[in-house]
């Protein structure tokens, strides 16, 4: 009898964990740690499989071991407070003969979808509890909902390699979690599941074909590390503006080259991202209310008090003042 994809996938990663498999569900509670992995078969389109487990030891695994994933595209989906890493074997600049991984880290507060999937290599790191969703399209499926947008079918496009990265807002946030409060004897489990599945994969979709587009970036190969890098320093250093000339020399690309990749990957320009993290620290210090708005404009590299208030209104609608107020009226 043929083993279905979506069976094989659950033995795969019954496998890799030393896990028992009984009734599309996988537990294992061993020298690796202890878990369980759900798999729901929403339809013949549409598969779930809920990640939830804390490891005493790092696992390492490979796209390789999940063979049954050529006729699905997996999105996966991750909690803010994971702790995992994703390498890509990829030829950088396609004129190396050695491959190199590149690993960097995923699922950490979104969304990850590539098409490189063959070459996926999988760290899962110890001593935290760690969630993730992979939310499985059978592929014929999949290119028919790209269709649906020129902008989401040209991102998608399997001419050349792609890695599209996309945070969570408060909505998709919350329904992620939601997937895991539903009861194992709900009786619309599959249902309710499933249309989780479909709200997260119509808000990610929505928000990448609300993106510009990416017609200049497109001719450059990804270096995943270095616009992940940029990431990490940009969400580090908000005391002050930064120099995407000095950005670039210290990630190891050019200016041009960083600033085409970052809006490829991330669907926003390395300025933008950059401005709305120190915005979003601003409102934080704000509602701990021991600095005023002059020491805050200072300590997140604003020119002068008026510049972050303008700013800040631009962002939000409201100036820091208004927002305080507002705060105050509140408590």
């Known amino acids: 009898m043929e083993v279905s994809p979506f069976q094989s996938a659950l033995e795969s990663w019954a496998k890799i964990f030393e896990g028992k498999l009984t009734d599309n569900t996988i537990k294992f509670d061993n020298a690796l740690g202890k878990g369980t992995i759900k798999g729901f078969q929403c339809n013949e389109y549409i598969e779930v499989f809920c990640f939830k487990f804390h490891l005493k030891q790092k696992i390492t695994t490979s796209g390789k071991k999940l063979s049954e994933i050529a006729e699905f595209r997996p999105i996966f989906f991750g909690d803010p407070d994971g702790n995992k890493t994703l390498g890509i074997e990829q030829d950088q600049d396609n004129e190396l003969d050695e491959v190199t991984v590149e690993n960097f880290p995923i699922l950490t507060q979104g969304v990850f979808a590539t098409n490189s999937k063959d070459s996926m290599t999988w760290d899962f790191n110890p001593n935290r509890d760690i969630h993730f969703i992979s939310i499985r399209i059978k592929d014929s499926h999949f290119k028919e909902l790209i269709k649906k947008s020129p902008n989401v079918e040209k991102i998608f496009s399997d001419e050349k390699s792609y890695y599209i990265f ?34 997260l994969l119509a808000v990610f979709f929505s928000k990448i074909h609300e993106r510009e587009e990416l017609l200049e970036s497109n001719k450059y190969p990804i270096n995943t590390k270095a616009v992940f890098m940029a990431r990490t320093i940009l969400k580090k250093e908000l005391n002050k503006q930064i120099h995407i000339d000095d950005l670039a020399r210290e990630c190891g690309l050019s200016a041009s080259r ?19 993290v120190r915005l979003d620290e601003a409102r934080t210090l704000l509602r701990g209310g021991e600095k005023t708005m002059s020491m805050i404009a200072m300590d997140l590299g604003f020119s002068s008090a008026s510049h972050f208030s303008a700013a800040f209104k631009k962002q939000f609608g409201y100036t820091p003042r208004e ?7 509140s408590r």
């Open 166 to 199: 996309e945070e969570f807002d408060p909505i998709m946030h919350g329904m992620f979690w939601r997937i895991y409060t539903f009861k194992e004897d709900e009786v619309f489990l599959n249902e309710l599941v499933h249309a989780c599945a479909l709200h």
């Open 258 to 276: 960083l600033r085409a990749l970052y809006k490829q990957v991330f669907g926003i320009t390395i300025h933008q991202f950059h401005q709305n």
């Open 323 to 329: 927002f305080k107020d507002n705060l105050n009226i």
